[in-house]
Each structure stands twice: as C-alpha cells, then as structure tokens.
C-alpha cells in the first residue's frame, strides 16, 4: 500500500503535464467537441457503429497510441492514453470506446507476443482504421474468467478452435481479436491460452448484435467459433499463459476506462453548472441553492479524486510496476464516481434531466457500463482485498 508513497520519495512527484501532453490533451478535446459531439446523439439513437468518427480519429493519430515506434505507432505512454481517453468520452463514452477500445485488443500482443508477431499485427493497425478485439468474456464466464469453456486443441502445427464469446467490444467490425481459450481443462486457469483470430477464419461467426442501455455507439456483440483454425504460430505466449496474459492486460488498461468514466462525469458537471447558474426558480438561479450546490461542489471533489487515481495508476504501468491495486482503486472508484455524479446531474436539471432533449440523460445511462466492463465494481473491491490480506509476491 505503501509502493506510490515510497516512489513518489525516490523519483519526485509532479503534476505538471509536458507541453506536448497538453497539446494532445488539446488535441483530443478539440476532436471531441468538433468530431465526436455533434454525432453522439445520433449513434446514441440508431445504434450504429461509428466508422467515419473512427477513421477521422485515426487519421489524427488518437488510435492505437501505444503501439511502439518501432512498429509504426506513436509509442505514447499509459497516462497519454488516459489523457487522449478522458477528453473523447467528455465527447461521448459510446464513440469513445470505438476508438479505444484497439488498445484493449492489441495490449496482449505488446505484453505477450513475439517480435515476428508484433511485426505482423501492429502495423497494419496505423496503417488503417482497422479494428481488434478482447475476447475474454463469454457467456457462462464473465467476472469468473477461470470458467473460460472455449477449448482450442492442438493439432500439428494449427490449433482447432471451438466455442463462444459474450459482450465482445467492436466484435462486429473487427478485423482478428485476441480468443482466450482451454488449452487442457484439467489445469482450470493454468490450462487457459491467448489466440490471435482473424474474424474472416472460416468458422468465426458474429452471431448477434446485442442492444444497450447505454453507450449504444459501440458495438458489443456475440461471436462463435465452430472449428476454427488457426496456425501455432497465432498462440501468444506459452500454453497456460493466457490467465495471466488477461489479468496483465487488464492492469494496464483499467486506467484507461476508469479516466472514460471521468470524462463522462466531467461532460455531466459541466451541463450542471452551466444549467444551475442558467435555472431560475424562487426568483433566483438554483445555483445559489446549498440543496444544488452542495451536489455540484462533491461533483467536482470527485471527479478530481478519480482522475488522479487514473493519473496514478497509468504512470505506475508507465514505470513498469506492478498496478493491479491501483488500476482497481482507479476503476472502481471512477466507476462508481460517475454514476453518482451523473444521477446527481440528472437531479440539477430535475424533469429535464429525465428527458432525451437534455444531455444528462444519456450521461446516466452511459454511466452504468462503466460499473460492469473491464471487471464489475464487485470484481475490483474482490481485486483490492486480495491484494491488501492476500498480497502476491510476484
Ligand atoms: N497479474 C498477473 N497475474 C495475476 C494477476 C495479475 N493482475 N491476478 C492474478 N494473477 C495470477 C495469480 O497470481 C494466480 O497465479 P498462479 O496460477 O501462479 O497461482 C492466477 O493468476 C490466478 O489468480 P486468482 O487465484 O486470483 O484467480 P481467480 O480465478 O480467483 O480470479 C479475478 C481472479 C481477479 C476475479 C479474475 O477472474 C478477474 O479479473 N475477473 C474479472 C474479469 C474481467 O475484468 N472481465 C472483463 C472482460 S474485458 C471487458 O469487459 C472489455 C470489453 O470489451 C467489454
């Protein structure tokens, strides 16, 4: 518990952002308020998957920032993509994870894959706004990621691959995504490994298209595979390191989505504030209203609680430390943030809180997913007590 403090002694400690965070920072609001807000409502509405948002983003280079120089990427670190995250989800969450949601599918191959096999995948990423997917989550196992039922077997040099995935982000665009699977069931989560998929694999069908409360912009869709093959050389990883191929991914992304939910709820204080000082009843602005004012000052208190936990969480994966505690404190606290901060912001507006016309509604309701993505707020307080009582070694 003590790790930030101690290294916060050794190596200093600063707020200050570099001119060049700043001017991505600028860069991603700029989209955001130009690109991305215009259009929310709309994709809100039909559902559709944003493509033209996501090849402008790409074009701009606010895509796939972590992906190495060497591979033709930008090489940007964690807290860089919280910046770049939070300002696109102050834009709307649903276009947002569209656009992000490549450094989810792409991380196991910068965290487990070989050079031959970043050589392969990358690229092509900055080349084109091409999508990848994480394909973890399945029906029968979500929180419980050890309950994995999809098994690939080996078969010479190939793997035949067989099962199904659930709530699978951009699954219905994408162009391969990483398939957790048994590789031997009797070794329970020793036995999981990490595949690389193209979703054109004869066999891999996108079976449905599912239908959300909020953040309906992205796509989250099923997806089967019925003996699909892949080539050996598509494993990341040895054999049974898909477990923790997972879990590491997820340590380094949760910093991520927790600065989306930040975004979302900076987008909810900001309509408050504005409406409390614009609504007049009992002959004054509501603003002046400790009833409201009160709800808007925590608004603001927490919102800057958790983007400094994002802050901390990102430079910690920066460091190359172990962030499993801290990316947990971040996402849940972010999470659960944002949705109080937007149902509060739903209660400023009162009646036109609750109306589609007004910004706040969708805020709300985009809010909710950011409680159950990437590890539910109960599977990250199950994260932060094993890791204050039964703390790993490694
Ligand atoms: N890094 C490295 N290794 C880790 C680790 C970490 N953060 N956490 C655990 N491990 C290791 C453990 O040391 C242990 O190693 P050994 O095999 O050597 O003993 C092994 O992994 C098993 O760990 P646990 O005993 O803790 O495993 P568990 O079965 O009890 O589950 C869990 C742990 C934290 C609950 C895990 O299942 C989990 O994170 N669940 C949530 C899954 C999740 O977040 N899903 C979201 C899917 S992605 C998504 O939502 C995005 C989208 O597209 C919508």
């Keep these: 518990m003590a790790v930030v403090a101690d290294q916060s002694v050794t190596t200093g400690l600063s707020f200050n952002l570099t ?48 992906v190495p120089e060497e591979f033709g990427g930008l090489g ?127 066999g891999v069908t996108v079976e449905k298209h599912l239908d959300k409360m909020g953040q309906r912009a992205t796509d989250t869709s099923a997806i089967a595979f019925q003996d699909v093959t892949v080539p050996a050389s598509n494993r990341l990883g040895e054999e049974g390191e898909g477990f923790k191929i997972a879990m590491m991914t997820l340590d380094g992304t949760r910093p991520g989505t927790a600065a989306g939910a930040v975004g979302v ?9 504005v409406y409390a000082k614009e609504r007049v009843q009992f002959g004054q602005p509501i603003a002046v209203n400790q009833g409201v ?18 802050w901390q969480a990102a430079w910690l994966v920066d460091q190359g430390k172990r962030a499993t505690l801290q990316s947990s404190f971040a996402k849940r606290f972010a999470a659960d943030m944002v949705m109080k901060v937007t149902t509060d912001a739903v209660q400023v507006f009162g009646g036109y809180g609750y109306i589609k016309e007004y910004p706040v509604e969708k805020l709300m309701r985009d809010a909710k997913l950011f409680q159950i993505y ?12 094993r890791e204050i009582f039964l703390p790993r070694d490694d």
């Design 19 to 66: 001119d060049e965070q700043k001017a991505l920072r600028g860069l991603a609001r700029e989209f955001a308020e130009k690109e991305i807000r215009p259009k929310a409502a709309e994709y809100d509405e039909h559902q559709t998957h944003p493509a033209d948002v996501v090849a402008k983003a790409h074009e701009i280079g606010l895509m796939n920032p972590h």
């Design 76 to 202: 940007l670190s964690v807290l860089e993509g919280v910046l770049v995250g939070e300002e696109l989800s102050w834009g709307c969450a649903g276009i947002a994870v569209s656009i992000v949601a490549n450094s989810l599918g792409s991380a196991p191959v910068m965290i487990a894959g070989t050079e031959e096999q970043k050589r392969q995948w990358l690229p092509p990423l900055l080349e084109e706004p091409i999508l990848c997917s994480f394909g973890l989550t399945e029906p029968n196992a979500g929180s419980d990621v050890s309950g994995i039922q999809t098994t690939a077997i080996r078969k010479g040099d190939e793997y035949v691959i067989n099962g199904s995935k659930m709530f699978i982000t951009n699954a219905g665009h994408a162009s391969w995504l990483i398939v957790f699977a048994s590789t031997d069931k009797s070794k329970g989560h020793r036995g999981l490994s990490a595949f690389i998929v193209p979703t054109d694999a004869p």
């Design 265 to 273: 709820a900076q987008a909810a204080y900001d309509h408050s504030v």
């Design 293 to 310: 004012n009160f709800m808007v000052a925590d608004m603001a208190t927490e919102i800057e609680a958790a983007r400094l936990l994002c």
């Design 374 to 385: 990437e590890g539910t707020s109960q599977i990250q307080r199950l994260v932060i007590a």
